[in-house]
């Protein structure tokens, strides 16, 4: 069975600029939650999509959000870089809730200058 | 406010020792406690879990330990082995919401 896929693995934008992430969850998983990991802080809860809906939310501005699709893939976006946006992005999946067991991806580092 | 705390950023262990981790929390509602390791490049990979109704769960070499009392949880790996060196995050939930996760501890295993 393939794993949780995000693409891309490694991303460079500059401040003001928008950027767009995706992840593939395994197959028959419904439940995609996205996670913010920076060095001390571990890894920050960003959202969490299921059946194409926002079921939970975590304490991020209004400039990062997502969607879920037909298929369960689903984008995180965030608007206006700021330098404090460079992290590693991480994508995980379950089958049904995000309490059950998560499958992470590689995750996506991006890098704001 | 971090509801999941592990206060020990790095560990080193001697191979074949016991490694120890730590983990706290402040959400008495937390039902559900998880352990995470993770590779660099690579994302966390599930390790082990217990639930709020049991204070043990054991698989394999590793062992987690719940204190609700104390609101105190323990990652328990022995013997300790070179692969094990990584990133250790434990994480917990409330009435299947979403996951908290601490900062991560590193843990170094010396051969």
């Known amino acids: 069975k393939a794993g949780v896929t995000q693409t891309p693995r490694y991303l460079i934008k500059t401040r003001g600029q928008q950027v767009t992430l995706s992840c593939s969850p395994i197959s028959g998983h419904r439940s995609v939650s996205w996670y913010q990991q920076t060095p001390g802080q571990g890894l920050q809860f960003l959202f969490e999509y299921f059946s194409e809906t926002q079921r939970n939310k975590g304490n991020f501005p209004g400039r990062f959000s997502g969607r879920q699709f037909s298929n369960s893939r689903s984008e995180m976006n965030v608007s206006t870089l700021e330098l404090g946006d460079s992290a590693l992005y991480l994508c995980a999946s379950s089958r049904w809730t995000n309490q059950e067991t998560q499958y992470f991806g590689p995750g996506t580092r991006l890098l704001v200058l | 406010d971090q509801q999941v705390k592990q206060n020990s950023p790095s560990l080193s262990v001697q191979e074949g020792r016991i490694s120890i981790l730590n983990c706290d ?30 204070d043990k769960n054991e698989d394999g070499r590793f062992t987690v330990f719940l204190n609700k009392s104390a609101k105190h949880l323990s990652l328990h790996i022995v013997p300790s082995q070179p692969g094990d060196s990584a990133v250790y995050f434990c994480a917990a939930s409330a009435d299947g919401n979403k996951l908290v996760f601490g900062a991560g501890t590193i843990l170094r295993v010396k051969s």
């Open chain 2, 25 to 54: 929390y402040t959400n008495s509602m937390f039902d559900y406690f998880l352990w995470y390791k993770k590779y660099p490049a690579e994302g966390p990979t599930f390790l082990i879990s217990i639930s709020s109704i049991k």
